[in-house]
């Protein structure tokens, strides 16, 4: 008994919670982990995706999925009861996607082991450490397709439906592969968990923006839940936050992609705007196409960069000027970086002996968008200047 939830035990050590909130749940979990010796290292698991003694033969059931045999990429989260499941993927030669730490900098890291690595070599790749020293980051033109998403929980049940630590970026992970087009419906998701872990969850804690898991693997048992529930179909911008704007770069680069498809992203607290009149609407990619299936525009790629440079007269509402670069800086770096934040312009006009660059997007609210974004900018230790570049122009 803990906090004065009922409970009952069955013979796998699993709780049926009653008229309990998700924080209840993840405080009995963590409660009862730490008191039966059952949490790893690091401890206390509190407020984390709690690591388990056992987490090594639960990851090895990883293995014995069809869904993983099959998959070419795969998308495991790094808190440390999948750092076997990073190294399976990376033993049998999958390609390993790794979100970065609060989505802070992108979405994910791909993690290049050095040619020839060994086993031991795979092991430190699959660490935080690893993940640290042996990945590239994949932007939002990358158009990469998971197969297979592996993500940790505190809490779950047969049926499929999944509590994390509380911070619901799991969820938004999930949610921002499906608006890029990397996962659809039939994608499947695995968590990795104690068998203590496995719970009955009551149904009316679910939220539309909660994702579902449609196997458990645990040190005893591979659960295939069947769940019938639907994934969240892409992000419920009325859930997210000015602040969480703030702190997540690519948020706000997937917010102007799809303000610009025309769908409502109306943030929390603030009130819905109409569609501006005669606004062209435009289709996002399907979900479910292939990357090579997907038609891209050769000047959205910035390869067509470097056009000529624009006069005082050209500038446009479209334009965004960047200065303040260092004076080693490359046309690579900058656009290296605008990748990283899923900030690409059309074009990109590159003036290095004037320590300064424009970029040219589609029109005025996409230029604003990525000002916003690009905010905080930095080329090795130098703050970049990002403005429209008719503001810049007037001052």
């Given at each position: 008994m803990c906090r004065g939830i009922p409970l009952c035990v069955n013979k796998w050590e699993s709780f049926v919670l009653i008229g309990v909130s998700k924080q209840d749940i993840r405080e009995h979990i963590w409660d009862y982990m730490e008191s039966q010796n059952l949490a790893d290292f690091p401890r206390p698991v509190h407020h984390r995706i709690p690591n388990f003694k056992g987490a090594s033969h639960a990851a090895q059931q990883l293995l014995r999925l069809p869904a993983f045999k099959t998959a070419g990429?795969?998308?495991v989260n790094p808190d440390a009861p999948q750092k076997n499941a990073r190294f399976f993927v990376l033993e049998n030669k999958k390609t390993l996607l790794v979100p970065t730490p609060r989505l802070r900098t992108g979405l994910f890291n791909k993690i290049t082991p050095p040619p020839g690595a060994t086993k031991d070599v795979l092991r430190k790749c699959a660490t935080s450490q690893g993940?640290?020293?042996?990945?590239?980051?994949?932007?939002?033109?990358?158009r990469v397709l998971v197969d297979l998403v592996v993500v940790g929980s505190v809490a779950v049940s047969e049926k499929g439906w999944r509590i994390g630590k509380g911070e619901g970026y799991a969820d938004l992970e999930y949610a921002m592969?499906?608006?890029?087009?990397?996962?659809?419906?039939?994608?499947?998701?695995v968590t990795i968990v104690h068998d203590c872990q496995v719970v009955d969850i009551p149904e009316e804690l679910l939220e539309e923006h909660d994702i579902t898991v449609d196997y458990i693997l645990t040190p005893t048992r591979v659960i295939a839940t069947g769940c019938e529930r639907p994934k969240p179909m892409g992000i419920t911008w009325s859930k997210i936050s000015r602040e969480m704007m703030e702190k997540i770069p690519i948020l706000r680069s997937l917010r102007a992609q799809e303000q610009q498809a025309g769908k409502d992203v109306t943030l929390q607290g603030e009130h819905r705007h109409p569609p501006e009149p005669g606004r062209q609407q435009t289709v996002p990619p399907s979900a479910g196409r292939r990357p090579q299936d997907t038609p891209r525009p050769e000047a959205n790629s910035m390869e067509a960069a470097c056009g000529s440079?624009?006069?005082e007269g050209a500038l446009l509402a479209a334009d965004v000027y960047v200065g303040n670069l260092p004076r080693d800086a490359r046309v690579s770096d900058l656009k290296r970086a605008l990748r990283e934040l899923g900030s690409v312009p059309l074009q990109l006009t590159w003036e290095g002996r004037r320590h300064r660059a424009f970029l040219h997007y589609q029109d005025s609210a996409a230029a604003q968008q990525a000002v916003s974004c690009?905010?905080?900018?930095?080329?090795?230790?130098?703050?970049?200047?990002?403005?429209?570049?008719r503001q810049q122009r007037d001052k």
């Open positions: 990429t795969v998308k993940v640290r020293n042996y990945s590239v980051p994949v932007g939002l033109d990358s592969m499906v608006s890029m087009g990397a996962v659809s419906k039939e994608t499947p998701v440079p624009p006069g690009l905010q905080g900018l930095r080329l090795g230790t130098d703050t970049l200047r990002v403005a429209l570049a």
